[in-house]
């Protein structure tokens, strides 16, 4: 949920130019009725210049004047015309250097044991490159005659949670399924 721009501010012009009651300007502002009694009181925010949320469209008059003549109706926050920006996600995951050898092996083992599971399902896994899948599954890699496939849950490059849903997200099976047989009958 967005929140009002400059709490304290707002509610100091709240306070000087409207005849709101605390519970309403608090519950705007997300503050407690009796930090804004305070305010009111000018024991806290001294000094603080007040902020016209009107002016910066966050509200509008007709909503002030609404809620000033219902004391149980809530402001409503108007929604912002600017689009914020999407969060970044996450950049390339770190791999310490006594583990940077072991992520051949851990590709070379998704290769041999699930080879319907695509590049980029393996590098998101383990944060690796396409290049680099296609070298050691051609056997170009500078490094071919040392790797040795090995799980990569094992060496610690991913967890079985993520393996599973990377499978499952692919659409492999993650084995054989074993029924419970009922040998009473």
């Known amino acids: 949920m967005t929140q009002v721009l ?4 707002t509610a ?4 000087e130019n409207t005849s709101l009651t605390f519970e309403q300007v608090g519950e705007f502002v997300e503050m407690h009725p009796l930090e804004i009694q305070a305010i009111a009181d000018g024991e806290v925010a001294q000094g603080i210049v007040g902020y016209d949320p009107v002016k910066n469209s966050q509200i509008t008059r007709d909503d002030i004047t609404r809620c000033e003549a219902d004391p149980s109706a809530r402001l409503q926050l108007l929604r912002s015309a600017i689009e914020l920006p999407k969060p970044k996600g996450k950049g390339a995951r770190y791999t310490p250097v006594s583990k940077r050898n072991d992520r051949p092996d851990g590709i070379a083992w998704l290769l ?7 590049d980029s399902v393996i590098g998101k896994l383990l944060g690796t490159t396409k290049d680099t899948i296609q070298k050691i599954r051609d056997k170009s890699h500078w490094n071919t005659a040392n790797i040795k496939p090995r799980d990569p849950v094992i060496l610690g490059l991913c967890s079985q949670q993520q393996l599973n849903a990377a499978l499952l997200a692919a659409g492999e099976k993650l084995g054989p399924v074993v029924e419970a047989v009922d040998e009473t009958t």
Not at 6 to 9: F, I, L, N, R, T
Not at 112 to 118: E, G, K
Request: avoid cysteine; charged fraction near 15%; hydrophobic fraction near 55%.
């Open 12 to 15: 100091v012009w709240l306070i």
């Open 112 to 118: 041999r044991n699930h080879p319907a599971l695509p």
């Open 6 to 9: 400059m709490p304290k501010a």
